[in-house]
């Protein structure tokens, strides 16, 4: 472990600045000035991605130190707890599992066996919930894994139809488009089919033992690294009550490129070939006349791991028991594998100390607003749990809400801000899906930027932040993402430093405090995000899904 970067003096000094209201940013709206604190947004960064708080790991002490510190900065901003029995805390029952690194998975067949090694060939963790799984199957390759109606789309068609007990193989990401089919599966933008949680659920619904994914980096959108680093360490799942009966998967799994060629090459197939055919929606599962053998041996951990929830009560009295959120998760993936320094501190620093230092600047900014111009509607500052592990507290806190989803306004999510510079445009994931479309390009028009398109459609970035657990049960919700358009910098200069960011530093130590950040990207992006949360505040009207949108009947409103 490295030394810790910051000392107990400059930790008191770090807390007692971010007290300070130095006026930083102000943006006018009407005749209003809403004025965003740059060195409240410094500070909370610098404590939040620091060594003292050891990553941030759900579960953990740095953990609890991060929820703590969250907390004590919104009832120093006179904020109301939303928690359990008035606090800010909402305790979210998790269950851990931290495999062990031994652990072998063996895949043998007529043509031999091939052992593989954890973290270099494949990762792997278990949803039993228990501390020793033993799985012994056979497998059974199921192309994109995807049963899609609306698609005339179905994986799990032929004569391999029983899955129970299986573990079964499939590519990650959705089926390609075609020219007779542009828009399939989304076109090139990723639909939920694709993402690793649906092929999990999915899998498990059919009685499969297990799941192997087989990754590229491209099909992911990230490298191995980001899968080794996310899966080698502590995973967690929303803990079972009894009765409960959830489905789950034995054996939740990925493995590299070359595993996945030898793993074919033992069934004597030839991945390629097998990508290509699972491209159609004639293809067949593939029994692989293959066993895959594994014990999963695990340390389990049960921890009530928070959310933090404030409220900032509206001014009018008629509209203030409704609400608008605005969310960004507060932990990361703790102390982990060392990386080629020794560094064993995942600080998620831009992931996301960054967006919660941004949503305590919104509550700092309203809280401190006279009482007769704070929001219609009140304010709720939610920072969700282990979203690092599958957005786990965003999901409990759908399933139970501090206050009611139908008096839910929208969701606005912050997940690592934009430490470039000024922008030119902006990315809100997810808002042409609602009338929030129209409020956001009224705040864009107020600011003269553009509103860009996802530029990177394939990552399936509407479904990997905490706003989905909104939409998914009828709240309008988006995530603010800045541009790639730098002022000051050359055309695709933007695309460069995330894609240098997304292979060097996502989901690894190296993703650290930097103090020669420029921070005028990041107070523009939060300002943007104020700007559509006041609109929606003071809007008569609640915002709703489009009719067409797949969200609109979950719709209580």
Not at 132 to 137: L, Q, R
């Amino acid at each position: 472990m490295k030394r810790l970067a910051l000392s107990f003096h400059s930790v008191i000094v770090a807390t007692v600045i971010s007290a300070l209201a130095v006026s930083g940013y102000a943006q006018s709206r009407g005749q209003m000035k809403i004025a965003l604190n740059e060195d409240s947004m410094r500070a909370h960064t610098r404590y939040l991605a620091s060594d003292l708080l050891e990553g941030r790991g759900t579960g953990a002490r740095g953990g609890e130190l991060a929820a703590s510190y969250i907390a004590a900065q919104m009832e120093a901003l006179g904020l109301k707890g939303a928690g359990a029995n008035g606090s800010f805390f909402q305790p979210v029952s998790l269950v851990g599992v931290k495999a062990d690194p031994n652990t072998k998975l063996v895949v043998s067949g007529r043509n031999g066996k091939e052992t593989f090694k954890f973290a270099d060939d494949y990762v792997a963790f278990t949803g039993a919930q228990t501390e020793d799984v033993d799985v012994d199957s056979d497998l059974v390759f199921v192309g994109y894994g995807i049963s899609a109606p609306e698609q005339k789309w179905n994986d799990y068609k032929g004569e391999a139809a029983d899955y129970r007990g299986k573990i079964l193989v499939m590519l990650v990401n959705d089926p390609p488009a075609t020219a007779a089919e542009p828009n399939l599966f989304g076109g090139r933008a990723l639909t939920y089919y694709g993402r690793w949680t649906y092929k999990f659920e999915e899998a498990a619904r059919r009685g499969a033992a297990g799941v192997i994914l087989l990754h590229t980096d491209e099909s992911a959108g990230y490298p191995w690294s980001v899968v080794r680093t996310s899966n080698g360490s502590w995973r967690f799942d929303i803990a079972r009550t009894a009765g409960d009966a959830t489905p789950f998967l034995n054996m939740r799994s990925w493995v590299t490129n070359d595993t996945a060629q030898k793993i074919m090459k033992l069934a004597g197939y030839d991945l390629g070939d097998m990508r290509t055919k699972a491209a159609s929606r004639d293809f067949q599962p593939v029994k692989l006349n293959l066993k895959g053998k594994i014990n999963l041996k695990s340390e389990l951990k049960r921890v009530a791991a928070p959310n933090v929830v404030g409220i900032l009560p509206g001014r009018d009295p008629k509209l203030r028991d409704e609400y608008v959120v605005y969310s960004a998760h507060w932990d990361h993936f703790g102390i982990g594998a060392p990386d080629k320094t020794g560094d064993t501190i995942y600080n998620g620093a831009v992931d996301n100390a960054t967006g919660c230092a941004a949503i305590l600047a919104i509550a700092e900014a309203l809280a401190k607003l006279p009482p007769a111009q704070r929001p219609r509607r009140s304010s709720l500052f939610l920072f969700p749990t282990a979203e690092e592990q599958g957005l786990l507290g965003a999901e409990w806190y759908s399933r139970h809400p501090v206050v009611p989803v139908e008096k839910t306004a929208a969701d606005v999510n912050l997940d690592s801000m934009n430490m470039l510079g000024v922008a030119r445009d902006f990315t809100p994931l997810g808002a042409e899906r609602s009338s929030l479309e129209a409020v956001v390009q009224a705040v864009a028009r107020e600011r003269g930027l553009r509103i860009s398109p996802d530029s990177r459609p394939e990552q399936g970035s509407f479904y990997r932040s905490d706003h989905f657990p909104f939409a998914k049960v009828g709240v309008p919700s988006i995530s603010l993402k800045a541009g790639d358009d730098l002022v000051g910098h050359p055309k695709g200069w933007g695309e460069q430093q995330f894609n240098a960011y997304n292979t060097q530093h996502y989901h690894q130590p190296s993703d650290e405090f930097d103090p020669n950040w420029n921070y005028q990207g990041m107070i523009q992006e939060t300002e943007i995000a104020l700007a559509i949360g006041m609109r929606i505040a003071n809007d008569p009207a609640m915002p709703r899904f489009k009719p067409t949108d797949e969200f609109a009947k979950n719709s209580k409103r």
